[in-house]
């Protein structure tokens, strides 16, 4: 988990005998003995914006604050039923191995905090830097109040990193006394995770029209499945002549006492060429689902669990009603039940806020990355393969305003393999913004998130969005297609004002794709099919996966030409809107892709002695 801890930090050095007499200084610090509860007052409530269960019966909830002056995330964890202890952490992608962690625990006659990790076999281990330093605790008839802070970065290298996006947290409820920190059991633990956006943005919030009107978007009375996932799709209609409003502000419907139980949820509205949509209340893979609701995917709000209220920026907002504009909507939800409750009724969903005063600029939505093709593949047993999509110079200088664009959110997709996606700024072949990235990026928790800086991307700029895929546990190729166990990568980002823009994407060139496929079956003792009438992902899933394979394939996306898809929102390409152009090694993010030699360096060297000249 090296790419999750502390990194590299200006320390000063230390002698041996210094080292030592601070350990043993912070092992006396370490024992802090909680039986007798700390006075004061409760903090505001206001001082913790942010919340979220742990665990999924509520025992555990977590509140947080973010200090960027300071650097730093005050915790407030409320512990409902405290028995031996508690831990609470961060780790890579949520396992309890190789995890940093913040400690209580008794021994049945005292009680004791400290800050501790976990080796790569679970085992816990006293840090001799305590950087979960503990500030208070106090009872109360809720439970027990535990009150921490945690610096972002820290110098030890056995500390979680805490950076932008995703943050795996784990916890642990010690249900009988442990004598010393190194008895605890991880495996006996009852415990599990939760994913969040720790660093929330320092985002103000711009100030609401006297106009303003709400509507609801919930689920009528849903019974929640009796099991671990399921994803509701309900379908809701808008009056009918509903003129234009925008969108200025929405936010989360949760039915009280399901709050650990409903994960996140999307409402989307529906494609306008179709007169009409068929109602539907069920599961969303249910062969009972109408086909035309597949074709409700523009998104106009995204909620995931620990999300507050999202709000459009005051010269914005998003157009919905009017002509041109469906009057139907999909409202999904994710119910998360690993617990398998049976009979939970459930009525959530999404709050929208809008107005009838028109704002000076209507935000748009806009694709980028990879097109949802098969050219696009990972081989199986990888840990760390990389694909990037382009929208590229020519797309943005022919589409966007002289004024350019303003990004003032993003929504990262991918599906079960992706674990990374950044998208970067590129001007005059030289990147200068990060607009967003999730290094531990998650499939299961993906929602619109607030920029802490608008973006401004101007005709001529490249936007560029790399994936990074792990297919450890599969043993054929991952295709990019819409298929649960096929792959995309994506950004939505939201942006003013709305341009006729909507997709701005790549993939590789098909026919250096066929050119791969040739090389591969020649070179190969087995045989490819690559019969006219043999599909895409049949030749992928036919190739055996050799080092050599993986690659050339490697080498092909990173330097083969792209084909681009600049769209338009009625689905035609912009000014035809196809280009093949050749990324070099210049164009490509170091902060989001690795290295990778040439296509016919790699084909020479292994096929030198059969006289391959590459392709």
Same mark, same amino acid.
């Given at each position: ?28 610090? *370490? ?17 913790? +914006? ?59 006659? /005292? ?24 500030? =208070? ?12 802070? #945690? ?43 939760? #994913? ?5 943005? /320092? ?12 509507? &609801? ?69 249910? !062969? ?5 609701? /597949? ?27 009017? +002509? ?5 909507? #999909? ?104 607009? /967003? ?9 993906? &929602? ?38 096929? &792959? ?13 823009? &909507?997709?701005? !994407? ?33 030749? *992928? ?35 035809? =809107? *196809?280009?093949?152009?050749?990324? =070099? ?24 002695? !059969? ?5």
């Amino acid at each position: 988990m090296q790419s999750s801890r502390s990194k590299s930090c200006s320390c000063p050095s230390l002698k041996p005998r210094e080292v030592a007499s601070m350990y043993f200084t912070m092992v006396a610090a *370490f024992l802090v003995i909680l039986v007798v509860a700390l006075q004061g007052s409760a903090p505001r409530e206001s001082y913790f +914006p942010y919340k979220v269960p742990l665990d999924p019966q509520g025992l555990l909830e977590l509140s947080w604050n973010v200090s960027y002056p300071e650097q730093a995330v005050h915790f407030q964890l409320l512990i409902r039923e405290l028995q031996f202890g508690i831990l609470f952490g961060m780790s890579d992608r949520g396992a309890f191995e190789n995890a940093d962690l913040a400690v209580l625990w008794s021994d049945g006659h /005292n009680s004791y905090f400290g800050d501790a990790w976990s080796d790569a076999k679970g085992q816990l281990h006293m840090d001799s830097q305590q950087d979960y330093q503990l500030l =208070g605790a106090r009872r109360a008839p809720e439970g027990l109040y535990l009150l921490f802070r #945690r610096a972002f970065s820290t110098c030890d290298p056995k500390d979680y990193l805490i950076e932008d996006g995703t943050v795996h947290l784990i916890y642990g409820i010690l249900e009988e006394p442990v004598h010393s920190l190194q008895a605890i059991n991880i495996s006996a633990l009852h415990g599990g995770l939760q #994913r969040v956006q720790l660093l929330k943005p /320092n985002v103000s919030i711009p100030e609401l029209p006297s106009d303003m009107k709400t509507m &609801e978007i919930t689920a009528p009375n849903v019974v929640i499945p009796s099991q671990e996932t399921t994803y509701w799709c309900y379908m809701a209609e808008l009056p009918a002549g509903f003129p234009k409003h925008h969108i200025i502000m929405y936010e989360p419907v949760v039915t009280a006492g399901n709050e650990a139980l409903v994960h996140h949820m999307e409402v989307f509205q529906c494609a306008a060429e179709f007169d009409s949509f068929p109602h539907y209340n069920g599961p969303c893979d249910s !062969k009972m689902k109408p086909d035309r609701l /597949n074709y409700c995917r523009h998104v106009l709000a995204a909620w995931a669990m620990g999300a507050q209220a999202f709000y459009y920026p005051e010269e914005a907002g998003l157009a919905f009603g009017g +002509p041109g504009s469906s009057r139907y909507l #999909r409202l999904e939800i994710h119910y998360h039940n690993p617990l398998v409750f049976k009979g939970r009724r459930d009525s959530s969903g999404i709050r929208l806020y809008y107005t009838a005063t028109l704002r000076p600029y209507d935000a748009g939505i806009m694709e980028l990355g990879l097109v949802y093709t098969p050219v696009m593949a990972i081989p199986p047993g990888e840990d760390n393969f990389i694909l990037t999509g382009y929208c590229t110079d020519k797309c943005t200088q022919l589409a966007l305003p002289t004024a350019g664009i303003r990004i003032f959110a993003s929504q990262l997709h991918t599906h079960l393999a992706g674990r990374k996606v950044v998208t970067v700024l590129s001007r005059d072949g030289r990147e200068r913004q990060v607009v /967003n990235a999730d290094r531990h990026y998650s499939p299961h928790f993906q &929602e619109i998130r607030m920029l802490k800086e608008v973006v401004a991307v101007f005709p001529g700029d490249e936007l560029i969005t790399t994936c990074t895929y792990n297919t450890e546990d599969r043993s054929r190729a991952t295709v990019g297609g819409f298929g649960i166990l096929e &792959e995309m990568c994506v950004n939505y980002v939201h942006y003013y004002p709305q341009t006729q823009l &909507e997709l701005c !994407k790549s993939a590789v060139d098909p026919g250096y794709l066929h050119r791969y496929f040739n090389l591969v079956n020649r070179f190969n003792d087995e045989e490819i099919c690559m019969c006219p009438q043999v599909s895409v992902p049949q030749q *992928f899933y036919s190739i055996p996966w050799n080092t050599f394979n993986r690659d050339v394939l490697k080498s092909l996306y990173g330097f083969a030409p792209i084909s681009m898809h600049c769209n338009k929102s009625s689905a035609v390409r912009w000014f035809l =809107g *196809f280009w093949q152009i050749t990324p =070099g090694p210049s164009r490509v993010s170091s902060l989001c892709t690795a290295s990778v030699r040439p296509l016919n360096v790699v084909i020479q060297q292994k096929g030198k002695d !059969k006289g391959w000249r590459g392709l």
